[in-house]
Each structure stands twice: as structure tokens, then as C-alpha cells.
């Protein structure tokens, strides 16, 4: 099972194992992470479950397909390693990722 670590704003640490084809957004609304609005419930429809993906990890996470990146032009303080979490999809290759959740959501 795959571990998905989630640092809100404030710095505090949350460490899940998660399962595979669940998304970053899914696992963060289920165990209540601040910070994660996903206002849509996850279908790229609106940029309020914005994360930073950990500098470590964005290779292997990749880029944000084109809808996604329509959408994170509406998110706050965008980075290169901005990303919706609903658009993650946990695998056994992301085992261990690390995101960072933004001081708030768009």
C-alpha cells in the first residue's frame, strides 16, 4: 500500500497509506486535511484542491494535462510544481509522495 504524506500550510504533517487509484485530493478530503477544499469533488473543474508537489517528486508526477493547466491559471500563488490534487492518481510509483498544501485556495 502506498504512503502519501500531505504537509498543510502551517507545516503540521499528515502521513496516510493509501490506496492505489485513489487520487491525492480523495485521500486528503477523507482524512479531513486542511487547506483541501475540492469544491468540485474532483472532477478539474475548479482549482481548490491546488497542492505543490514536492520538488523530489514533480519528474515523476509529470506536468498537469491541458484542462488541468486551464485551471490552476484560477488557483492562488501557482508554481512550477502546482498541481490539483484530483489529478494525481496514486500508483505504487508514487509511493512515498509529498505535497504541500498552499496558505489558501483560490
Known sequence: MPKLTIIAFDGTQYDFDVQNGSTVMENAVRNSVPG???????????????VYVDEQWSATVGPPEAMEEDMLDFAYEVKPTSRLSCQIKISDGLDGLVVHVPERQA
Open 36 to 50: 483541501i477544499e475540492a469544491e468540485c469533488g474532483g472532477a478539474c473543474a475548479c482549482a481548490t484542491c491546488h
